[in-house]
Nanobody, 120 residues
């Protein structure tokens, strides 16, 4: 059973920073790609940033230059460094990963999310 657990969310003032973490556990042979999504109240879930197994990254236009995605393959973890936060960044942030298990099965997994609230 694969689990993703996010941490690091909280309340921060506009202009501040937070670092989100995503820890994967379970029967994991490799993590193909890891993404961060967010969902604000009344809005659809949107892709914020993604990173491949090779380290290629991509960002939503709204966060490019302010957020940095990274991963630690040895520790099966991913991170989202968020700087210059704005009230519009307020949302629940979710970790998503495509994982190959030791039984050679690939699946997509979601964490339960961590709340980020940016006050003005």
């Amino acid at each position: 059973q694969v689990q993703l657990v996010e941490s690091g969310g909280g309340l921060v003032q506009a202009g501040g920073s937070l670092r989100l973490s995503c820890a994967a556990s379970g029967s994991i042979f490799s993590i193909r790609a890891m993404d961060w999504y967010r969902q604000a109240p009344g809005k659809q879930r949107e892709l914020v940033a993604s990173i491949t197994s090779g380290g290629s990254v991509n960002y939503a236009d709204s966060v490019r230059g302010r957020f940095t995605i990274s991963r630690d393959n040895a520790n099966k973890s991913g991170y989202l460094q968020m700087n210059s936060l704005k009230p519009a960044d307020t949302a629940v942030y979710y970790c998503n990963a495509r994982i190959m298990s030791f039984s050679a099965q690939e699946g997509t997994y979601w964490g339960r999310g961590t709340q980020v609230t940016v006050s003005s």
